[in-house]
Nanobody, 120 residues
């Protein structure tokens, strides 16, 4: 079973919303912190959000617009994205990870990624 499988990407107009979903295998769901990264063309990969023991942390660029959540009944981790703008265009990756001694999120498992394009 593939541990992480993203879905929900696509094309959306500026100001629109999109929800990404990550199906997490039962062998790892509940044992790891979960996060979403993104990578835009020509840019470094960026940690967008992660959730750890009920707490959520967001990059400044998405704070107030994106929400990460776990759905225990479905073994999924979702990323609700509102008020999207062209700068949000990227491949979005679901990850399972851990926090290091400095409480920084360190991914250890990656999904294959899903494309999000924000354009009119």
């Amino acid at each position: 079973q593939v541990p992480l499988v993203e879905s929900g990407g696509g094309l959306v107009q500026p100001g629109g919303s999109l929800t990404l979903s990550c199906a997490v295998s039962v062998s790892i769901f509940g044992f790891y912190s979960m996060g979403w990264y993104r990578q835009a063309p020509g840019k470094q990969r960026e940690l967008v959000a992660f959730t750890h023991r009920g707490y959520q942390t967001y990059a400044d660029s998405v704070k107030g617009r994106f929400t990460i959540s776990r759905d225990i009944s479905k073994n999924t981790v979702n990323l609700q994205m509102n008020n999207l703008n062209p700068e949000d265009t990227a491949v979005y990756y679901c990850t399972a990870g851990q926090l290091d001694s400095g409480k920084n999120y360190v991914p250890v498992k990656w999904g294959q990624g899903t494309q999000v394009t924000v354009s009119s």
